[in-house]
């Protein structure tokens, strides 16, 4: 059963940082779209990072360039959100998923669409406070 563990969030003050991890596991595929992305009460699920395993390339929204990387640990299957210089636009609910089937590569090149993501994870709380 594949499973996406998502591990990280909390509450920190403005310019502070975190890093979220999303474990996964019950499948092996050798080239997929790995993404994290955010929702804050009211607004739509938003990309903000993702990363192509098969050539380790990255997308980042404008909203978080600069501020905010994405990583993974091949050899645990894990995939990594370092996010810095926090501000509270960055509050919200933080959902890893994997995109396994079709296209992947390309799903990773520019603002990634929900739609094309076969697995989630069940999310962990980022809240910054000023």
């Known amino acids: 059963q594949v499973q996406l563990v998502e591990s990280g969030g909390g509450s920190v003050q403005a310019g502070g940082s975190l890093r979220l991890s999303c474990a996964a596991s019950?499948?092996?595929?050798?080239?997929?779209?790995m993404g994290w992305f955010r929702q804050a009460p009211g607004k739509e699920r938003e990309g903000v990072a993702t990363?192509?395993?098969?050539?380790?390339?990255?997308y980042y929204a404008d909203s978080v360039k600069g501020r905010f990387t994405i990583s993974r640990d091949k050899a645990k299957n894990t995939v990594y959100l370092q996010m810095d210089s926090l501000n509270p636009e960055d509050t919200a609910m933080y959902y890893c998923?994997?995109?396994?089937?079709?296209?992947?590569?390309?799903?990773?090149?520019?603002?990634?669409?929900?739609?094309?993501?076969?697995?989630w994870g069940q999310g962990t709380q980022v809240t910054v406070s000023l």
């Open positions: 998923a994997a995109a396994t089937t079709g296209a992947v590569r390309w799903y990773c090149v520019g603002p990634p669409s929900k739609n094309v993501f076969d697995y």
């Open positions: 019950g499948y092996t595929y050798s080239s997929q779209c």
């Open positions: 990363i192509y395993t098969g050539g380790n390339s990255t």
